[in-house]
């Protein structure tokens, strides 16, 4: 899975194996001071520009803050990147299933190809996915003179948008699925056709309940990209205020015009929304963790 | 096994293969073909002249140094923290090993601004550095932090689940028979996890090489010393240099798919050396 997320597995703590035996234990001086250096270099990149960006947001105060935040052109780039989240991630969701679908129930030539190109999304530079959208769609572009002789916007206009959001979220289902899918073999689907259940019911009542927290994992996932993505969206957006600008963009805008504590606030809700996705990663973790110990015990 | 047989006994595989097909090619094949479409346009002198200007070339420069460099400083810290994760036990640990996953989570734009106020030199660490003579902000070494940030949680993902694999008696056996901590972790761990090791440096540098969001903040952006290469395609873009654009971009393009290839391999690797699926 180039370039992926971390694909679900399970949250079982392995550090008591390990300490409870003297062949794979260090002395105590090894291990606190591996301890220390990892946890520094952890505050340094990962805790220190999370707690930033919320002193940074309060710095002048909650009235800063909250007119921020409802600032009409704050307010319609919370709307347009809610709008590009909600067509976004249910197509590729639709998709990531079909995908999963037709990869591991059934054989044919030529898949792995067709894994390795489902992957592509995650290995192009966001700049290059908004670049393609621009030469197929602006007005250079092979639509571009039929798209403004029938008077159609996609490029510097909120299609633009949706299609570049679309293409960089591109794989975050499937990716999840395939593998969980390949896993679960397909013996049970088998046997519920053989028993008389449609298409639809197996997929229903079979496949869907295995599956349900790699999916979830994938579409959660799948939403925090779609609502936080800024190279591919600044490319096609034109930056056109209380119209094409989603969230990141607007924070971009405000933190270019020195208005720091503004970019800041607005940054705040989208870094808390990269706390609520890792608290669910979290719980969904948890949950596929016990179903798996359930299955294991039957 | 068993399915080799023609006979399909589940509904629906025309359906989901072909709107597989079908949607992959409306959002990703057709739109990435149009890029070599329209450089195979501007026949090669333009195209090289455009790809490999000086401005381009010392893009080029920072970006794949900077990603090398962060990648391999993940490569060190990204195992220490995977290490750490599996084998001790500490307080606040889960809180850690979930958190490792925020670069992936929190939007690129964010953890640019982040950074930029940390570094910068009033910042909390910017302040610290300054009297050191050290520079963070608006110089290459900030595309560096920036690299570092976004590049951590691929190297600690693709190593965790091999580390929490290992069975002990290997290193019992090597204990067994006269290797201290050192030599056990040395000859027996490490040739276990390098395969995964190489696989997270290399998917950290994929993601290090086409990196804007976080990285263009903190860079400062000064032609031929801290501009990266997707820049430069902004750039071009906004000065209405489509064909200048499109030849960085294939440039880019073409990387990204070698590496994809590479990284493939890699994979294979791992799943043969530890017996783990892929």
């Given at each position: ?99 999963a679908w037709s990869i591991t129930k059934f054989d044919f030539r030529g898949k792995h190809f067709l894994i390795t190109l489902i992957d592509l999304p995650f290995s192009v530079s966001p700049v290059v996915s908004g670049l393609i959208y621009v030469l197929v769609f602006g007005a250079q572009g092979w639509f571009g003179p039929w798209l403004s ?150 | ?187 027996v761990v490490f040739p276990t996890l390098f395969p995964a090791l190489l696989t997270g440096f290399a998917l950290a540098f994929a993601r290090a090489v086409g990196e804007y969001g976080s990285v263009i903040f903190i860079a400062g952006n000064i032609p031929m010393v801290s501009e990266i290469t997707p820049l430069m395609i902004i750039t071009r ?42």
């Open positions: 899975m180039a370039g992926a997320a971390a694909v679900l597995h399970g949250t079982a703590d392995h550090a008591a194996r390990f300490e409870s035996k003297a062949a794979t234990r260090e002395p105590g001086l090894v291990k606190w001071g591996l301890i220390a250096l990892a946890l520094s270099f952890f505050a340094f990149f990962l805790l220190l520009p999370l707690i930033a960006v919320f002193v940074e947001a309060f710095r002048k105060g909650w009235e800063t803050y909250f007119n921020a935040l409802v600032d009409p052109d704050a307010v319609s780039a919370i709307k347009l990147t809610l709008l590009a989240a909600a067509i976004s991630v249910p197509l590729n969701l639709v998709f990531g299933v079909a995908a002789d029938n008077d159609v916007k996609v490029i510097f206009a909120v299609p633009g948008i949706v299609l570049a959001t679309v293409f960089v979220t591109f794989p975050f289902v499937a990716r999840e699925l395939i593998p969980l899918m390949e896993a679960q073999g397909k013996e049970e689907e088998e046997a519920a056709v053989v028993l008389g259940a449609r298409g639809w019911q197996v997929f229903w009542h079979v496949t869907l309940p295995n599956v349900k927290w790699g999916l979830m994992y994938g579409v959660i996932l799948c939403n925090a990209r779609a609502m936080g993505e800024f190279g591919a969206v600044s490319v096609v957006s034109g930056h056109i205020r209380g119209y094409t600008n989603t969230m990141p963009l607007h924070v971009e805008i405000l933190y270019n015009e020195y208005q720091f504590a503004a970019a800041f606030a607005v940054a705040s809700v989208l870094a808390l929304l990269a706390i609520v996705t890792l608290v669910i990663k979290v719980w969904v973790e948890r949950q596929a963790g016990k179903a798996a110990t359930v299955s294991e015990d039957e | 096994m068993a399915s080799s047989t023609s006979f399909r006994v589940l509904p629906g595989f025309g359906l989901s293969l072909g709107y597989t097909l079908g949607y992959l090619s409306l959002i990703v094949l057709i739109p990435l073909a149009a890029v070599f479409f329209k450089a195979g346009s501007l026949g090669f002198d333009h195209f090289w002249d455009a790809a490999t200007s000086p401005r381009v070339l010392a893009s080029y420069r920072l970006s794949f140094g900077a990603s090398l460099i962060a990648a391999g400083i993940n490569a060190v810290f990204g195992l220490m923290l995977a290490w750490v994760l599996v084998r001790y036990s500490f307080p606040g640990k889960r809180l850690v090993d979930a958190q490792v996953d925020l670069p992936f989570a929190l939007p690129t734009a964010v953890a640019g601004i982040a950074l930029t106020a940390l570094y910068a030199k009033n910042g909390w660490i910017g302040s610290l550095l300054e009297p050191l003579g050290i520079k963070v902000a608006f110089t290459p070494l900030g595309v560096l932090v920036a690299l570092v940030f976004i590049g951590l949680p691929f190297v600690v993902r693709t190593v965790q689940p091999i580390l929490e694999d290992l069975d002990t008696e290997y290193e019992e056996a090597a204990v067994s028979l006269g290797a201290n901590r050192w030599q056990a972790f040395r000859h873009l906004e000065q209405y240099d489509y064909a200048g654009a499109t030849a960085v971009a294939v440039v880019m393009l073409i990387f990204s798919f070698l590496l994809l290839l590479i990284i493939n391999g890699l994979q294979a690797w791992t799943a043969k050396r530890t017996g783990r699926a892929r």
